[in-house]
């Protein structure tokens, strides 16, 4: 869980770099990645 908590924050803070920099299609790509934790973090908890 901490694992994926980790590579929640590292992607949250990829995309907001990433939208400082004007990178929109890296930025939602990180947004994705995020979903995508988020979405398994809530798989863990839920089992």
């Known amino acids: 869980m901490k694992d ?11 995309s907001i770099e990433f939208m400082k920099n004007g990178q929109i299609s890296a930025y939602f790509n990180a947004l994705l990645e995020m979903n995508k ?4 973090m809530v798989a863990v908890v839920a089992n």
């Open 4 to 14: 994926l908590t980790n590579k929640y924050e590292s992607a949250k803070n990829n």
């Open 37 to 40: 934790y988020k979405r398994l």
